[in-house]
């Protein structure tokens, strides 16, 4: 089976792969002799005629016989758009398939934010594959006024639908936060279904971090000794229930001692005070 294939920024390599079947071999054996055949032809015309009327006829003759797109292949994607890939592709469909530009293609598709690595096949005699794998989200960054969804270096994905992922992934604010995410994330992966509690971060003057729990607490974790004061709220809860005492606030930023604030129902107090 005859190939070329781009990946990543490499150029348009041509490889054959071994065909066991005998019919299958001698299908593309003629799939070649043809190709041959008409090259020497186009060749002998080219010598002495015009060189774009028989190149129009040998593209007409090749796409006539087969060697058009007629199948694209496409694995990987999980929010990329399919139709848009194929909309792309369907650019190169009025040339056969072997004048069909792979480096248009990767060029076009490169350019969306959820390309992380990308690789694209043209098999004979009507086929291109393409294999994406994209880029993971970790996190939604509420910054100037608009949602936008990072990656673990802190890379924007600006074609995201932010609303799909906002029961999924936590809010994330701070200047700098993109960058500074992915270092506190993993920290709180170590114990995933504490951290499903958590639906915002917040990061203060560029150095430390606030976590926010659905349970309506407010978490102040130290600039060094993170790790260990997620490992001391680990305990915490296992031991105490903290998410569920009514704490409005657990200070953590010294570590000789843990600060907890309550709501206090100020009018009541009053009330009291009266009696």
Same mark, same amino acid.
């Given at each position: 089976?005859?190939?070329?294939? $781009?990946? &990543?920024?490499?150029?348009?390599?041509?490889? =054959?792969?071994?065909?066991? &079947? +005998?019919?299958?071999?001698?299908?593309?054996?003629?799939?070649?002799?043809?190709?041959?055949?008409?090259?020497?032809?186009?060749?002998?015309?080219? =010598?002495?005629?015009?060189?774009?009327?028989?190149?129009?006829?040998?593209?007409?003759?090749?796409?006539?016989?087969?060697?058009?797109?007629?199948?694209? *292949?496409?694995?990987?994607?999980?929010?990329?758009?399919?139709?848009?890939?194929?909309?792309? #592709?369907?650019?190169? +469909?009025?040339?056969?398939?072997?004048?069909?530009?792979?480096?248009? =293609?990767?060029?076009?598709?490169?350019?969306?934010?959820?390309?992380?690595?990308?690789?694209?096949?043209?098999?004979? %005699?009507?086929?291109?594959?393409? =294999?994406?794998?994209?880029?993971?989200?970790?996190?939604?960054?509420?910054?100037?006024?608009?949602?936008?969804?990072?990656?673990? &270096?802190?890379? $924007?994905?600006?074609?995201?639908?932010?609303?799909?992922?906002?029961?999924? !992934? %936590?809010?994330?604010?701070?200047?700098?936060?993109?960058?500074?995410?992915?270092?506190?994330?993993?920290?709180?992966?170590?114990?995933?279904?504490?951290?499903?509690? #958590?639906?915002?971060? @917040?990061?203060?003057? @560029?150095?430390?971090?606030?976590?926010?729990?659905?349970?309506?607490?407010?978490? /102040?974790? %130290?600039?060094?000794? #993170?790790?260990?004061?997620?490992?001391? $709220?680990?305990? /915490? *809860?296992?031991?105490?229930?903290?998410?569920?005492?009514? !704490?409005?606030?657990?200070?953590?930023?010294? %570590? &000789?001692?843990?600060?907890?604030?309550?709501?206090?129902?100020?009018?009541?107090?009053?009330?009291?005070?009266?009696?």
């Amino acid at each position: 089976m005859l190939r070329s294939v $781009i990946q &990543n920024d490499d150029v348009i390599k041509l490889h =054959i792969d071994r065909i066991s &079947n +005998k019919k299958t071999r001698l299908k593309y054996t003629m799939y070649l002799l043809t190709i041959f055949t008409i090259s020497l032809l186009f060749i002998t015309f080219i =010598i002495n005629t015009d060189f774009d009327k028989y190149s129009k006829l040998l593209n007409n003759f090749l796409i006539k016989n087969g060697f058009i797109i007629n199948n694209i *292949q496409i694995l990987g994607i999980k929010n990329i758009s399919k139709e848009n890939i194929i909309k792309i #592709v369907n650019k190169e +469909k009025k040339s056969n398939i072997l004048n069909v530009s792979l480096s248009n =293609i990767y060029n076009e598709l490169k350019s969306n934010d959820w390309v992380k690595e990308l690789y694209i096949e043209r098999i004979l %005699p009507n086929t291109i594959k393409i =294999i994406i794998k994209e880029k993971e989200a970790i996190g939604i960054w509420q910054y100037e006024m608009s949602n936008k969804l990072i990656t673990k &270096n802190g890379e $924007i994905i600006s074609t995201a639908n932010v609303n799909k992922f906002k029961i999924d !992934l %936590p809010i994330i604010h701070g200047n700098y936060a993109n960058k500074n995410a992915n270092s506190i994330l993993k920290i709180l992966e170590t114990n995933k279904d504490l951290a499903k509690n #958590v639906w915002s971060l @917040n990061f203060i003057n @560029n150095r430390r971090w606030n976590l926010h729990f659905k349970q309506g607490i407010i978490v /102040l974790l %130290p600039h060094k000794g #993170v790790l260990e004061a997620w490992n001391e $709220i680990i305990k /915490l *809860q296992k031991n105490y229930d903290i998410l569920n005492l009514g !704490l409005t606030e657990l200070d953590m930023r010294n %570590p &000789n001692k843990i600060l907890g604030k309550i709501n206090v129902d100020k009018n009541l107090i009053k009330r009291r005070k009266n009696l």
